[in-house]
């Protein structure tokens, strides 16, 4: 059986996650019995900040750090040898040592231990010079140890004739923490308790994509003491957001769509005057730590289909706020936003809560969806009897959202890349600084329900394939988050 060659972080020093939930007996039980599937790295979205989709793949050749040699030597050496993919499973390689026998192991693409074939830079605190020789006990070891000048080159020149890693994938590597935002950096949060305000937020830490973000005293206007929302705020809990999500808003939101924001007196007076300058088509003011709306990743809405949004069109909804994740609603848009892209939208008979979000978010369906894909509609509590589109649009006198304005359908190709019982990481909608190890339970055309290992079907809710709240496994361990242990009874 192969072996698993632990986990070494990009980042010097950075210690793993006490009690996090490993991957490994169910990546060897998948090797053993073939009766184990991991949603593919290619058929999510794009989790870190660069991406790795198409710099490995099964039959490409890599080098790596010979491990078995560290317990040879006093002081440890860097020591590598060559493998080959001969299978992936999200993050996790199974990477065979050529010219080994049986010499088979796992090992996450972004171990800092797996390099391209021509990576000559030592590996740091080593003693600054790479040596290449198999693993130690392997039978070609013993055999032809007095002739490795002659298989080092005669393996070199076999890879050669192999897709191989290259040095593309040690630039990415190296610029995986980089980013474009920083520490300190303001936003307008979402509230997750009352998505009726947005509240002044700041970035607090950044791992890849995902920031963790908060409420502080300096920016809120009452003493966060008062305030309900615990998890956002300064002085208890942490939440954490994608770059994308739909809990992130630029500076300014509030005031140019006239949305209630929780804030001192001197932002509402700043971005107020962002506004009167984008009203004036002049340059805004902007302070140095402000996120701007040319910061944030979202997709571009072409004018002409722009124009076909109007207030009052009916949708179904995804309710990102709503913490069970499991059920579409019917939906009205209550505002296109001036904020190119955006709307205001509600569930339709449940006091209105309203909710910023952009169109092509993947939380917004077409009239129809729901029924056409066997997902549960929560209907409106106004109507009377089993609800029907048609009769419902009748009576409230309303049209649908044109179906061009919801996010389009992926290729049939990605969405067969989605198996029925495949794992892979999710985040908890309930507590969104929680991954948990998952699996895809059913499949609802961009929608795919997932299960969180060890709790009820209760606990099932739906993701569109693009959500930032999935991830292909070994995410976690990448950015040192705990991947949580699945409930045992």
Same mark, same amino acid.
């Given at each position: 059986m192969s072996t698993y060659n632990g986990f070494y972080p990009l980042a010097i020093g950075r210690q793993p996650v006490d009690d996090s939930f490993s991957w490994i007996n169910l990546i060897h039980q998948r090797e053993q019995t073939g009766d184990v599937s991991f949603v593919p790295l290619n058929a999510l979205a794009v989790p870190l900040k660069q991406d790795f989709r198409d710099s490995i793949d099964v039959g490409h050749w890599f080098s790596t750090r010979s491990v078995e040699w560290d317990s040879v030597h006093k002081k440890i050496q860097d020591v590598r040898w060559f493998a080959e993919v001969e299978d992936m499973c999200g993050f996790y390689v199974l990477g065979n040592m050529k010219r080994c026998v049986d010499e088979k192991f796992w090992i996450n693409i972004l171990s800092r231990t797996v390099y391209s074939l021509d990576n000559t830079r030592p590996e740091p605190n080593l003693n600054g010079k790479i040596f290449i020789f198999p693993p130690f006990s392997s039978e070609e070891y013993k055999k032809n140890k007095p002739d490795f000048p002659t298989q080092r080159k005669e393996i070199r020149e076999e890879a050669a004739n192999y897709p191989s890693v290259d040095a593309e994938f040690d630039e990415k590597k190296d610029n995986l923490e980089e980013t474009e935002f920083s520490v300190g950096q303001r936003l307008e949060l979402l509230d997750n308790d009352d998505s009726s305000r947005l509240h002044v937020a700041r970035i607090q830490e950044i791992r890849g994509r995902r920031w963790r973000v908060k409420i502080v005293q300096e920016d809120c206007p009452t003493d966060l003491d008062s305030m309900l929302n615990e998890c956002q705020t300064e002085k208890d809990g942490a939440f954490w957001v994608d770059e994308e999500s739909v809990f992130v808003f630029p500076v300014g939101f509030a005031a140019i769509n006239g949305y209630? $924001?929780?804030a001192n007196d001197d932002y509402i007076t700043h971005t107020e005057k962002i506004r009167d300058s984008i009203n004036a088509q002049q340059p805004p003011a902007y302070d140095p730590v402000d996120i701007q709306e040319t910061m944030l990743r979202r997709e571009t809405i072409p004018r002409n289909l722009w124009s076909m949004i109007e207030e009052g069109q009916k949708c179904e909804f995804l309710d990102p706020l709503d913490a069970k994740q499991n059920e579409l609603t019917v939906a009205t848009v209550r505002k296109v936003c001036t904020t190119h892209g955006y709307v205001i939208v509600s569930a339709d008979g449940y006091d209105e809560e309203t909710v910023p979000i952009h169109l092509m978010s993947g939380n917004i369906f077409p009239v129809g969806y729901a029924e056409k894909y066997g997902m549960k509609l929560t209907k409106p509590s106004n109507f009377r009897g089993r609800f029907a589109w048609n009769k419902y649009l009748a009576q409230e006198q309303a049209?649908?959202?044109?179906?061009?304005?919801?996010?389009?359908?992926?290729?049939?190709?990605?969405?067969?890349m989605f198996k029925i019982g495949a794992y892979l990481e999710a985040g908890d909608?309930?507590?969104?600084?929680? $991954?948990?190890p998952a699996r895809i339970v059913s499949l609802h055309g961009r929608v795919v329900k997932v299960s969180y290992e060890g709790y009820g079907r209760i606990h099932d809710a739906y993701f569109d394939i693009d959500?930032?709240?999935?991830?292909?496994?070994?995410f976690s361990e990448i950015c040192n988050f705990k991947l949580q242990r699945p409930n045992v009874k």
């Open positions: 209630n $924001i929780v049209v649908s959202i044109p179906e061009k304005l919801t996010k389009p359908m992926p290729s049939q190709e990605r969405l067969d909608m309930n507590d969104n600084t929680s $991954i948990h959500s930032h709240s999935l991830f292909p496994i070994g």
